[in-house]
């Protein structure tokens, strides 16, 4: 068993934990009334998020009378909330045993892949031991962190779909500290027929990381863009789901599928899978559309929102040529920052 330090105490105390079980039924709750809600116009009135900790963000009374004085000023985040102070984490004497953590959404293209590497990066700054796990055919995590991953002869495919190779044969370091990669290529496109016969093929990947968790404290599952086999067999092995959305109207549906496939793997597979909680990307706080649809994920979601956001910058296309994660190629940027924000954020709700 791992003994907290005094500085882990403090600051487990003085922020409330979120409690995994309690948010996700909040979040089958909420995610069920935004489909009900799902032809209304962004913007209409629905009722907020029973969960949330922040004051309401209406600046009139229930009798719709503007308030007298004016409201005191505060600090809004991109999210529309107060901003807060999430303590620096406290650095870790002992690893493991690791955080499964699935970055999930079905819908492509929302920055699944650079959460992950980026993510990852930020999380291993702060001293947290990473393994990345590039579970999509498309190699593009591996891509990102410089890896070639056409060439490579072990992957995670063969990981998956043959007994003899073991979690050290695929295994590599990457050129930041702490923060290692079980890389993918085009291959593993043929593992969801080869696992189709399997016994206990919804496993396999849980079976694989097994012999390393003790290792990593985090390990982050980038899945690939749809809710087929091998993002199930994440969903198995998980703690937690985060899930990267952007900013659009229609992203609101797809997350009412994708919470029905968590719920279908918790009730029969994984009972302690939860829903981390949501990371708004690629947002332009400059265009009416986008701040529309954030203060609804905030309405409907709650705290689930991370308060970290991420903007949109040209940056992130350019650090995938560069092939290594932002927090390296441009450290001081507003995208690096706001990944080690959203890692502080993440140590902080998981408490590691
Ligand atoms: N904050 C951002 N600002 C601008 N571009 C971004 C941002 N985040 C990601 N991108 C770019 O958007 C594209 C898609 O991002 P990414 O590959 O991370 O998404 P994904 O969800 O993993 O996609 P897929 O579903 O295909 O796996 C990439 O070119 C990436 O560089
Ligand atoms: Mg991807």
């Known amino acids: 068993m791992r003994i907290r330090g005094p500085a882990e105490h403090h600051a487990r105390d003085s922020c409330p934990s979120t409690e995994p079980g309690v948010e996700a039924v909040a979040f089958v709750q909420q995610i069920s009334d935004a ?39 505060v600090d809004l985040g991109p ?17 493991g045993p690791a955080k499964i953590i699935a970055m999930c959404n079905q819908k492509g293209g929302v920055g699944k892949t650079t959460s992950t590497i980026n993510l990852g990066a930020s999380l291993a700054e702060y001293g947290r031991r990473v393994l990345l796990v590039d579970l999509d055919p498309q190699g593009a995590l591996s891509a990102g962190l410089g890896v070639a991953h056409h060439d490579l002869d072990l992957t995670v495919h063969n990981l998956l779909v043959e007994p003899r190779v073991g979690i050290d044969d695929v295994l590599m370091r990457t050129r930041v500290e702490g923060l290692d990669l079980l890389p993918s290529n085009i291959d593993l496109s043929a593992a969801e027929i080869q696992l189709v016969s399997e016994v206990g093929r919804e496993q396999a990947l849980g079976r694989a990381l097994y012999p390393a968790l003790d290792r990593y404290d985090y390990v982050l599952v980038d899945c690939q863009p749809s809710l087929g086999l091998l993002t199930v067999n994440a969903l198995a092995c998980a703690d937690s789901v985060i899930i990267p959305m952007e900013c659009e109207f229609f992203s609101l549906r797809g997350l009412a599928l994708l919470n029905d496939t968590v719920a279908k793997v918790r009730d029969r597979l994984n009972p302690r899978l939860a829903v981390g909680g949501i990371v708004v990307t690629m947002f332009d706080s400059r265009t009416l559309h986008a701040r529309e649809v954030m203060s609804r994920v905030v309405e409907v979601f709650g705290d689930l929102v991370y308060d970290s956001v991420v903007n949109r910058t040209v940056k ?29 954020e993440v140590i902080h709700r998981s408490g590691r």
Do not use: M, Q
Request: overall charge neutral.
């Open 35 to 73: 489909e009900k809600g799902e032809d209304r116009t962004v913007g209409t009135p629905h009722s907020p998020a029973t969960d949330t900790t922040y004051p309401a963000p209406s600046a009139s009374t229930s009798n719709g009378a503007r308030p007298l004085a004016p409201a005191p000023e």
């Open 79 to 95: 999210t529309g909330r107060p901003r807060r102070h999430i303590p620096e984490p406290p650095p870790l004497a002992v690893h």
């Open 316 to 344: 992130f296309p350019e650090t995938s040529v560069a092939g290594e994660p932002i927090t390296t190629w441009a450290p001081k940027s507003g995208g690096a920052e706001s990944y080690r924000a959203l890692a502080r």
